[in-house]
Structures are given as C-alpha cells and as structure tokens.
C-alpha cells in the first residue's frame, strides 16, 4: 500500500531535549516535506526536500533542520525544542517535478512541549 | 511574498445546501491550485486541483472549483452537501515560476453540515 509513514503519532517532551520525527514514504517520491498544523492558522511549510542531499527553507523553519540522506526518509530533527513548537506536524510527498502533482500527506504527529 | 485566503473560518449548513468557499492567491504568475479535506482525526486528503487547461475542474466526491485568474480566485464548491462533508478544507498554491517550490497554505475553513 502506497503510503507515508510517521513516528512517532504522539509525543510529550520538555524544553530543550533533542528529539526526532521520521518520515518514510514508499512511493519513490522525490520531493518531501514538512508542516505544522495550528489552530487558526492552517498549515505552514517548515521545510522541503526536492530530493536526496537537496533540501530548503519553508516559511517556518526556525527551530528545525531536516536532512535527507535516502530518498524515502525525511527526518525531522528538533534540537531544543521550546514551548511554541508543540502543535501537530504532518509530512508529505509527491512525484517530482515542477508542483502540479498531488502531495500525499502522513497521519500526523502531535507534538507538545511542555 | 505568496499568500493565500480563505475568507470563511466556519460554514454551517443543513444537508442539501449548496457550499461555496472562496479561495484568494496572491501571485502573478503561473500557479499550481489544490484543494485539501481534513475530516475529524485524519490526514489530508487531495479534493481536486488544477495546474492548466480547463479553470473548472471538477474533483471527488461531488465538488468542483473554478480558476478565475482576473480574480486570482479558486473556489471550491458543491451543489448538495452532505453530512459526511462536516471536515476543515484548505485551499493550496504553489507557483513553479516563483524559484521556490514552497506550497503556501490558507487557514481553513471548518464546514459543518447539519443532518
């Protein structure tokens, strides 16, 4: 089954303690990314990845980094994580190509930091 | 800077009315258009979108959108909801000529539909 994968679903974390979202997906997409999702704000794109070794800033990316070694995985890496990360993150992919093609998103992971 | 409006936070309807969510883009050029359904608890899912060629698309389940590029709109429509339509709908633009391949998302919109 064609799908993007994430873990963990659910995570409760404190201030500053590293952690890690991954990202799978087996549709040999060559673009990923990620969002968070905030009430009343819709989705904001943190960052992207075009394909292996190339990846780029959204419109939210402080406080993150992502690297993407493998074509199917897409790690989210919070470093010191604060208060105001804590919200819902989804990952997506899509074929490659110029952005006409549908992004098929994760189920989400919920984040908070407390 | 690319940004994208929903100008309806939350739409009540009973079942059978017709829907009609409006959707605002702000960019020049050429534009790749979605639009996403989040029901209660899960992922989004892809309604429709249009990239070129005819500006009404038509999508699952029902609904369709038209591009108007004069009004740099695409909003997204059906004409008999149902209850299973109650979910959050987010409009959707990425603009390939833009340097960037960011997709820029609206706030939403949260649509509940009355048995």
């Known amino acids: 089954e064609a799908q993007v994968t994430q873990n963990p679903r659910y995570l409760i974390t404190v201030t500053g303690k590293k952690l890690t979202v991954t990202c799978s997906q087996n549709?040999?997409?060559?673009?990923m990314s990620w969002y968070r999702q905030d009430p009343g704000l819709g989705l904001r794109q943190i960052y992207y990845?075009?394909?292996?070794?190339?990846?780029d800033k959204g419109d939210v990316p402080e406080g993150y980094k992502v690297s993407r070694k493998e074509k199917r995985n897409f790690p989210l890496i919070l470093e010191s994580p604060s208060p105001n990360q804590t919200s819902l993150y989804f990952c997506?992919?899509?074929?490659?190509?110029?952005?006409?093609?549908?992004?098929?998103f994760g189920p989400g992971t919920r984040l908070t930091v407390t | 800077a690319q940004s994208v409006s929903q100008h309806n936070h939350h739409v009540i309807l009973s079942e059978a009315a017709s829907l009609e969510l409006g959707c605002n883009y702000s960019?020049?050029?050429?534009?790749?258009l979605f639009w996403y359904v989040q029901y209660p608890g899960q992922h989004l899912q892809l309604l429709l979108k249009?990239?070129?060629?005819?500006?009404l698309v038509k999508g699952i389940k029902g609904f369709e959108a038209e591009f108007i590029k004069s009004k740099f709109s695409f909003n997204l429509r059906k004409p008999s909801v149902q209850w299973s339509d109650t979910a959050e709908y987010f409009c959707?633009?990425?603009?390939?000529?833009?340097?960037?391949?960011?997709?820029?998302f609206g706030t939403g919109t949260r649509l509940k539909v009355l048995a």
């Open positions: 997506a992919s899509r074929r490659g190509g110029t952005g006409s093609y549908e992004q098929y």
């Open positions: 549709m040999n997409h060559e673009y």
């Open positions: 990845s075009m394909n292996v070794e190339a990846t």
């Open positions: 960019y020049g050029g050429t534009v790749n």
């Open positions: 249009y990239f070129s060629g005819d500006p």
């Open positions: 959707a633009v990425n603009a390939p000529g833009s340097g960037t391949y960011k997709y820029i």
